[in-house]
């Protein structure tokens, strides 16, 4: 597919996602929208001709309008079958990552889709005109020329009339109506479980609905299944009178009467209304029967009663409302207003919104009511109703199920333009698409960091292995030789789900582990496989940096050493910066990076250290003293054995190469505790270390020693093992002193 025909179905689909999201469209509105008039022109618009024009437009534009202030149609046809490869693709890539979403990138997405409903929807149309008194006349239609199933069965079937409107005072300030089908839906998702994990699972989850609910004495499934009717919602607002929020400062608001009515659950609900005496009081009239709360409301006014009447259920503020209501003989449907609006949108429909325009005024009027509350409160409540719009007429919103779509008509005070362009940028599509540009950086990341891990517990194993070999004088080993309680590692962490136990241990070889989704690691380390050391941000530390903080270790090692000598000379065990320069023999310390040495704390048996201009603290590991300390000879020699010291062990040089070979530990030691501060971490590999770019751009063997075999791990001395079966280690565990 090409970039334009990509980009075209994207910018669709996002006008359908916007349309879709208006089907619910509330009582919430905005400021009425300025137009601009502009001077008429001609009234015909020529369209294309022939296979040009798309094959759903004629069945949309019937139902919009053309010539206001927007006019938008979009065919979508096979786009969500699209979006539908595409979200396969992410899925599939994510299973690389996440072995346990590979049940789900097996599945066909296209056909789940559609199974959804999602692929129902094959045209949209929008408009907006501008009338007379500053309200706007909106059209929006779904063209779904072979009905609707799935998702979009909630919507509900045929239209009828508005039988809540009865119901409803003629002074209501909120009312809607709305048919829904919520049995469509869970057996929607039941058939979805059924087809992704198999009809076990299907049965499962119906099981786990039926159990829900059973601690309330009701049925979850009964209530599923008894959602399929309709549901209306009624606010009337006092014009006068007002009541507080329970509160040290109380908040007014206007004194209100609501009532819900719910079809089809009436039944599944009575039984938990009938089992909760200790909360209600029940009670009979006639078919009704009603249950009222025996706790009194924080609010005035206010008490809480439940009523049901065969299947349907009721919920009212008092049961004053509640029998107003049920008792009316007319109410909305004889306000003037309504049925004025109502005449122009059809008298049937699925759903409704009517909003009348004191029910902004009275909101509008918070801040005047509320002039002591406390000033958080205050805030709140100016920015809310400073943000209403100003409202003078009614709004009314009718949504109607056509044999051929969903039509949604409302007189308001906006036009459809603000949704549009909201949805444009705010919608499940941008989401997607940043997720899409998100997932391989993520990936990315994901696979740096187990790289790096992975080739830490190789890194780890190989010197086991090289030890063992020394050790026990052989040249294989296996993982149990290595791992485990006792043993030269203790336990090696799986990463990405790789087996340690398949690794190959054999003197002179390479290790090499295999991933489950195919990545192969070896160490010593491919040259594809090498990591420029990075902080713990991420962020890639530089050469420069690097060798700044080895130079002030090294500073503060010299002080450490320099202190330790004040200590024995005068028999103290605390000493200052200035005491330590003014010695005869002192070390020669100069800042590196802008640290202040006159604010080191030196007292014996207390680590040192610095802290620089931007926070960091740089550390001298207690005890590390430089190769130059161990140059007494004439130790006794002897053979190596495993768990005691070896000669060198207690510093005693046996070849003249030795204190070279101590030199290049002391090296590695330095670089080693440098890249644990810079980079958050506790242990690192000799590539991190050694070569171009790093911290040692070069080291040299002395004696042909091998110093892949020693292990790096923060706290822990560097151990050598030589062809001659000696281990040399770094820092001495017993120093000798000039």
Known sequence: MSYQSTSLARSRLTLTVALVLLVSLCACARKAETTERVAPGPAAVPLVKGDEKSRHFDAVNAHIELGGTMYGYVDIDGDMLELAGSVQRVVAQLAKVQPQLSMFAKQDF??????????????????????????????????????????????????????????????VDVFAEHEFDIDAVYQTV???????????????????????????????????????GRATFIVRLDPVKNVSLPGPKPVKIPAFSVLVRVDGVGSAIETTLAANAAAFVPSQEGSLHLY????????????LVLAVDGKALYAAT??????????????????PDFVSALAELGPDGNGITWVSPRFFSRIKALPDINQEVSP???????????????????????????????????????????????????????????????????????????????????????????QHYLEKGVNTATYEDLVGPGKYVKAVVSVAGEDYRQVVFAQGRRLTVHLPDGRVFNYPADPSQ????????????????????????????????????????????????????????????????????????????????????DGRVVRASAATYGPERLVSKGAQEGPVVPGNPSPLQVQQYVNPSDAAIMENLRKLNDAANAYY??????????????????????????????????????????????????????????????
């Open 110 to 171: 296209k056909v789940l889709m559609m199974d959804l409903g999602l692929d129902d929807i094959k045209a949209v149309g929008l408009s907006s005109v501008h009338q007379a008194g500053g309200t706007y006349r909106n059209r929006a239609f779904l063209y779904t020329p072979k009905g609707r199933h799935g998702l979009f069965a909630i919507f509900g079937g045929k239209p009828g009339g508005f039988v809540g409107t009865r119901l409803a005072p003629k002074d």
């Open 190 to 228: 039941k058939a979805l479980i059924t087809k992704v994990n198999g009809p076990d699972a299907g049965d499962a989850f119906e099981k786990m609905v039926k159990k829900a609910g059973s601690g309330a004495h009701f049925s979850l499934l009964d209530l599923l299944e008894g959602l399929n």
């Open 292 to 303: 009222t709360a025996k706790d009194a409301s924080p609010l005035e006014g206010i008490k």
């Open 318 to 335: 008092s049961p004053e409302f509640l029998h107003e209501c049920l008792g009316r003989t007319d109410g909305l449907d004889k306000n």
């Open 376 to 466: 958080e409160a205050r805030g709140f409540i100016d920015i809310y109703a400073a943000n209403l719009p100003t409202v003078s007429s009614p709004l009314l919103s009718v949504r109607t199920n056509l044999p051929d779509g969903i039509l949604i008509r409302s007189t308001w005070n906006r036009s459809l333009k603000a949704d549009v362009a909201m949805l444009t940028i705010y919608n499940p599509l941008t989401v997607g698409l940043v997720a899409a540009m998100a997932i391989p950086a993520f990936q990315k990341v994901r696979a740096n960091s187990q790289a790096m891990a992975i080739m830490n517990n190789l890194r780890m194993l190989s010197a086991a292995a090289d």
């Open 530 to 613: 090498t990591w420029n050391p990075r902080n713990a941000m991420g962020v890639p530390v530089t050469s420069d940096d690097v060798h700044k903080r080895m130079s002030v270790v090294n500073n503060l090692k010299a002080l450490e050493r320099a202190a330790t000598h004040f200590y024995e000379a005068k028999g103290a065990t605390t000493t200052t910066f200035s005491e330590v320069m003014s010695e005869p023999i002192h070390p020669d310390i100069t800042s590196i990076m802008g640290e202040d040495y006159r604010s080191v704390v030196l007292e014996k048996g207390t680590p040192v250290q610095v802290q620089l201009p």
């Open 677 to 738: 501060d810079a980079n958050g971490t506790t242990s690192v590999t000799l590539e991190n270390l050694v070569g171009p770019g790093t911290m040692i751009p070069e080291l040299v063997p002395v004696a042909g020693e091998n110093y892949r075999s020693v292990l790096f791990m923060k706290g822990h001395p560097l151990r050598l093992f030589l062809k001659d079966g000696r281990t040399l280690i770094y820092p001495p565990s017993n120093p000798v002193h000039p």
